[in-house]
């Protein structure tokens, strides 16, 4: 009955969510109120008829319901319950349920946060995101519905797939999704302020948090998906230029964007059509990413076994809605006036420089992953293009972005003198050529990139505290000022991480054999037994290896080759020694002959900077959108008649 | 500064990142290619002589064979083997009978020597260029008996 139940419910936010998505932007078309006051409770509705139909899948899973077919494919009856939670976006269409009630619950959190803003904007922002949702709920129901009936049922589930039984699992898919989901909120704005012509500081002022808040989630979803792949892969890697991966990366580096020249958009009145181009590319780049993972046409380690049919839907919707939104562009950009002009050296200039490196760095990635579909679709063979390619594009791309990112926070709005920045800049200049020199000799062996690394990421470090520290003296910044300096100081952590770990990583694939040891990166293992563990849905082969540096044995670690009974593939957990300046890492391969096995033995220096910078930058993301002046809006707002507070909005830089 | 001086800079600028750009992407993505190939095509002297390619197929039932951390085993389209050596841990989905993408460099002995074993989330998932080789396969041989 449940099953039903949440079938139904979906039907029913299907034709809420048309409702939704058609007669707010009539009524703010043609000026009739009693169709615009309908956004906010079809925004609700949507919401809660969501929540029925995701809790209903989410209850059919807890409850062992494996006559619903969906269950049947991703659940057990040993499946311990935490993972039976984690298991409703185990799988495709569990995953888009997800997918869309977020979009619920981001429209209905536009709904509540904008009371103050003017009443046909919000009509037409929900509208938006309402059409953005009746295609996907098409989609969920014309192709993969998550609540179909297996008859006869299931004696049991297959099991969830072993490698997402996993923590990392039950956070990283809804972390992304939020993030990917999230750009529709800023596609929505973008569309909405074209819809009604008023592209001013007023709409980038209520764009910015949301936007930001989406850039947040996607950060932390990104950085999650990358540390889970470091640890439960069991191989080592935190990056692999996987299409799956260049994905989620591709709607990151057009949202950074995004955010630093919404920032221009709001105090110049600048960049306006190039904003709105870059809201409609990052979401479109979203819908992208959920094709690329969901239609199976390109080989990936995330590639699930897919069905044809879902990716020409995914494609069509993303066809409909690129083509729709730069059309709407293409016709009504041209009526948006020009903002303050600005010189050729000045803080306008230089993000602008900023903003066209990070479209080039996507636009990279984005032929990188999608050229073997080219070459395949035009019948020239079958290639893949390897993560070298990334590499030898991405790293001339951000250089120069990250050389100007140190000093962007000191150039001037409209005119900067260069000689007034450089006069400010030469001690941190001075430090990153010294750190750039020493510490790659001092980690063991200079080469260009590790210098380049090394000296970027103190150039970006030591240039925000010195400006920090100047600015603390004299008064108490906003959280603006601080949220851009933290998530910089972020981007300072992870290339130091990323330098250091591509420079100095050791790894070793060996043969060992009880009282065996090996040595990696200055410490020693010592393989002292494998024995046989049981597990609650699975049994193991546990190893111990004693780490020891220097003579002196620091600690144990148990690697552990898991069979689970539900399936016939063996699963790998590697067990790592996390610290400050580095992770030891040992995993199992296979049993060899006797009691040996092959082991992989790996010793990565500052790898967990890496995931420390993306907290830091996602830390800076929540401090910029806690910035007062967000807040102090809806005080003026509530007191002050809506037209004449946009007015003022506008008004002040 | 002059409004046409500017402009031009702008412009200049703006050309000479965008082929600075272009000239990187080509360069690296000439370098970086892997050409997919099936067991019948490398029989049939099609793979590249001096790029590293990429084998799709089936790992023979009974072909694999361990020597201490190198492994010996066969990529199959069911018509022709092609034997390849590896040496390093492979990925836990890697198993006779499955599909398998392995990417290799012709080595002296005739076995192709594997500097990389593809890996799947899902068990159940055959790689799209295993099935493809597999189907050229069966395709080409119904043609020879007719």
């Known amino acids: 009955m449940t099953p039903e139940l949440g079938h139904f419910a979906l039907i029913l936010a299907l034709c809420v969510s048309l409702v939704q998505g058609t007669l707010p932007l009539l009524g703010a078309q043609y000026a009739r109120r009693e169709w615009i006051v309908l956004a906010r409770p079809a925004a609700q509705a949507t919401f809660l008829l969501m929540l029925a139909s995701f809790g209903a899948l989410a209850w059919s899973f807890y409850a062992n319901d494996f006559s619903v077919q969906y269950v049947a494919e991703h659940s057990n009856s040993q499946l311990p319950t935490v993972y039976r939670f984690g298991a409703v976006w185990g799988g495709h269409e569990g995953s888009l349920l997800l997918w869309v009630f977020m979009l619920s619950g981001w429209s209905v959190a536009v709904a509540f946060f904008s009371r103050t803003l003017d009443e046909t904007m919000v009509a037409r922002v929900i509208a938006v995101l309402g059409l953005v949702m009746t295609g996907l709920l098409l989609f969920i129901l014309f192709t993969s519905n998550p609540f179909n009936r297996l008859i006869p049922a299931a004696e049991n589930g297959r099991d969830l797939n072993p490698l997402l039984q996993d923590p990392g699992l039950v956070f990283h898919p809804p972390m992304l999704y939020m993030g990917y989901v999230g750009f529709a909120v800023a596609f929505a704005f973008a569309i909405a302020a074209l819809l009604s012509g008023r592209l001013d500081a007023a709409w980038a002022r209520w764009s910015r948090p949301w936007t930001t808040g989406a850039w947040i989630f996607l950060t932390l979803g990104i950085a999650l998906g990358s540390w889970w792949a470091y640890y439960e892969l069991g191989w080592g890697g935190w990056w692999f230029w996987d299409p799956v991966e260049n994905a989620s990366f591709m709607p990151w580096l057009l949202g950074t964007a995004l955010l630093h020249s919404l920032a221009v958009t709001e105090k110049r009145g600048s960049f306006k059509s190039w904003t709105v181009l870059l809201a409609i590319g990052a979401f479109s780049l979203s819908l992208l990413g959920t094709f690329l993972v969901r239609s199976g046409v390109l080989t990936s380690v995330h590639a699930f076994a897919t069905d044809p049919r879902r990716g020409i839907f995914i494609l069509i919707l993303l066809v409909l809605v690129v083509g729709a939104s730069l059309t709407l562009f293409a016709w009504r950009a041209p009526k948006v006036a020009l903002g303050g002009a600005f010189g050729l050296i000045s803080r306008e200039s230089m993000l602008l420089t900023g903003n066209v490196l990070l479209v080039v760095a996507c636009a990279s990635v984005l032929l990188g992953t999608l050229y073997p579909l080219i070459i395949d679709a035009l019948k020239l063979g079958k290639i893949s293009v390897g993560p070298p390619y990334f590499n030898a594009v991405f790293v001339p791309v951000m250089t120069p972005v990250l050389f100007l990112l140190a000093a962007v926070p000191l150039a001037r709005w409209k005119h900067t003198d260069i000689k007034e920045i450089a006069l400010r800049m030469w001690i941190p200049g001075a430090l990153a050529l010294i750190a750039g020199a020493l510490v790659p000799i001092a980690m063991g062996g200079w080469t260009v990139l590790t210098g380049l690394g090394v000296a970027l990421s103190i150039w970006v470090a030591a240039s925000g505290v010195i400006q920090v520290v100047r600015r603390v003296r004299s008064s108490m910044p906003p959280a603006s000022f601080w949220a851009m300096h933290l998530g910089h100081f972020g981007v300072a952590v992870f290339v130091f991480g990323v330098t250091m770990v591509g420079g100095y990583q050791e790894e070793q694939d060996v043969r060992m054999e009880p009282g065996d040891t090996v040595s990696v990166g200055g410490y020693q293992f010592k393989m002292i037994e494998v024995k046989d563990v049981p597990g609650p849905n699975y049994s193991a082969a546990q190893g111990a290896f004693e780490v020891s540096r220097n003579g002196k044995v620091s600690q144990v670690l148990q690697p552990e080759k898991r069979n689970y009974f539900s399936s016939t593939m063996p699963m790998t957990e590697a067990a790592i020694d996390a610290g400050f300046t580095r992770d030891v890492y040992v995993s199992l391969g296979e049993p060899l002959e006797g009691k040996a096995w092959a082991v992989r033995v790996y010793y990565k220096p500052f790898v967990d900077w890496i995931w420390g910078g993306c907290l830091l930058m996602a830390l800076g993301g929540v401090f910029a959108i806690t910035d007062r002046r967000y807040r102090l809006r809806v005080k003026a707002a509530s007191t002050v008649p809506t037209e004449v507070a946009a007015g003022l909005k506008g008004a002040t830089p | ?146």
Do not use: C
């Open chain 2, 1 to 146: 500064m002059k409004r046409w001086k500017k402009r031009a800079a702008i412009i200049g600028g703006g050309l000479v990142a965008v082929g600075i750009a272009a000239a990187l992407v080509l360069n690296a993505l000439n370098s970086n290619i892997a050409l997919y190939v099936t067991p019948s095509e490398v029989f049939a002297g099609k793979a590249p002589k001096s790029q590293a390619f990429r084998i799709g197929g089936l790992v023979k039932e009974g072909s694999l064979r361990r020597d201490n951390l190198t492994v010996h085993f066969v990529v199959t389209d069911m018509v022709k083997d092609i034997p390849v050596a590896y040496t390093g841990i492979l990925p836990d989905l890697f198993k006779e009978g499955k599909g398998a993408v392995v990417q290799v460099k012709q080595a002296e002995s005739g076995e192709y020597v594997a500097t990389e074993v593809l890996a799947k989330h899902d068990e159940n998932y055959m790689p799209p260029e295993a099935k493809d080789a597999l189907d050229k396969a069966q395709k080409s041989q119904g043609a020879n008996k007719s």
